[in-house]
């Protein structure tokens, strides 16, 4: 896809999904394999969700399990950033305490190569990041680091609009929704769910729909993520 055209295909996408897709394919031309997004939520600007395309399953299911989110240091630090940094050099900058260089130490371990930590900012300047991830030979020296700023930038928006258009409440779920998703999170299936809930798989899957649609993904592990 041509630089130019990049932003006019942000622009004509209708949900938070294609946008991700878009931006998936862009990066991947550029060689890139994966990258998250970190955004507010939308009632609780300084909690955050995280949409992902491409990062190691693996890695992420075991982020979720142990709620790394609670220790996680890059986020905050890429947020406060105001310019295009390495993840390699962000990392080397950030001061830690003992859990999370144990965290940080299991994140070199995951298999993600360097790659590029980029701040963003919503409409209400609400913080964001994207980490693009790098795993063919791309001298991160010679990357068009103000273009790749201006595609995430221009993404951060074109999601929020969308949210806004579509009256999104992604972090405002029904109690039973939430047992749900907490019981989701820890690896439960629907039939399992329905046991611990005492209520039927049917009533469980209606949840999970519902729930779905209030978060804007399509399947279990980036409901958790959301």
Known sequence: MPDSEIFRTIDGCASRDSVLDVLAEFYRARGFRAFCFVIPMITKPDQFRMYERGMPAEWMLRYLERDYKLI?????????????????????????????????????????????????????????????????????????RSMMRAVAQHAHLRIERIEEEEGAVADVLSPREMEILNWLAAGKSNPETAIILGISEATVATHLRRLFNKLGVHDRVSAVLA
């Open 72 to 144: 996680d240091p890059i986020p905050a630090a890429a947020i406060k950033r105001d310019e295009v940094v390495t993840l390699g050099e962000l990392l080397e900058q950030l001061t830690v305490n003992d859990m999370e260089r144990a965290f940080l130490e299991e994140f070199r371990r995951s298999g993600m190569a360097d790659g590029l930590a980029i701040p963003t900012s919503g409409m209400r300047n609400a913080r964001g990041f994207f980490g693009v991830n790098s795993v063919t030979e791309v001298d991160l020296a010679k990357v068009d």
